[in-house]
T-cell receptor
Framework: GDSVTQMEGPVTLSEEAFLTINCTYT??????LFWYVQYPGEGLQLLLK?????DKGSNKGFEATYRKETTSFHLEKGSVQVSDSAVYFC?????????????FGTGTQLKVEL | DGGITQSPKYLFRKEGQNVTLSCEQN?????MYWYRQDPGQGLRLIYYSQIVNDFQKGDIAEGYSVSREKKESFPLTVTSAQKNPTAFYLCASEIEDNYEQYFGPGTRLTVT
């Protein structure tokens, strides 16, 4: 079945540092890929998405590129801020067995310090 | 403002009681979803509905029930048969073929 693997957290960075959160996936065909962000005590918000190979999703300074050859969708940001502290979830929308289902990774907590 | 509302934000129940969590959306989305989130885990799909009066089981439907009588509403009942009901419950909706799910703020259920 479909699965998503994310790097374990927490990831602790100083403000203005470069961020990478790794995400790899297993799925049949060409799934759509997503990054969601969850701030403390809240629901998830869509951060960015990519629907086909080599697409780059971007939003609020965050970027991720859909790499079919490495089955990866790593999240990057050039300069993080304290306000970026949250939990980040990588997810895929598969094409098999209930095609509307999102499969989520376990989430990576990011802490940004001054 | 369009969005998804879940109520209440915090809910406390005694073991053996059924409890219903509310989810309402005014986004005119066809599909709605219920997920469960436990500490250190990703979201797991409980039930989903693509159209009024129709719904399907997700990965962990045992001990839960839903209804979809109106497009705007998708309530989730946590029954006494659910062995570990304490969790954070998230409702989401999705416009057809958009592949983007919009989440509500969640309900934290504690059963003692």
């Amino acid at each position: 079945g479909d699965s998503v693997t994310q790097m374990e957290g927490p990831v602790t960075l100083s403000e203005e540092a470069f961020l990478t959160i790794n995400c790899t996936y297993t799925a049949t065909g060409y799934p759509s890929l997503f990054w969601y962000v969850q701030y403390p005590g809240e629901g998830l918000q869509l951060l960015l998405k990519a629907t086909k190979a080599d697409d780059k999703g971007s939003n609020k300074g965050f970027e991720a590129t859909y790499r079919k050859e490495t089955t990866s969708f790593h999240l990057e940001k050039g300069s993080v801020q304290v306000s970026d502290s949250a939990v980040y979830f990588c997810a895929l929308r598969g094409l098999t067995g209930g095609g509307n289902k999102l499969t989520f990774g376990t989430g990576t907590q990011l802490k940004v310090e001054l | 403002d369009g969005g998804i509302t879940q109520s209440p934000k915090y809910l406390f129940r005694k073991e053996g009681q059924n409890v219903t969590l509310s989810c309402e959306q005014n986004l005119n989305h066809d599909a709605m979803y219920w997920y469960r989130q436990d500490p250190g885990q990703g979201l797991r799909l409980i039930y989903y509905s693509q159209i009024v009066n129709d719904f399907q089981k997700g990965d962990i439907a045992e001990g839960y029930s839903v209804s979809r009588e109106k497009k705007e509403s998708f309530p989730l009942t946590v029954t006494s048969a659910q062995k570990n009901p304490t969790a954070f419950y998230l409702c989401a909706s999705e416009i057809e073929d958009n592949y983007e799910q919009y989440f509500g703020p969640g309900t934290r259920l504690t059963v003692t």
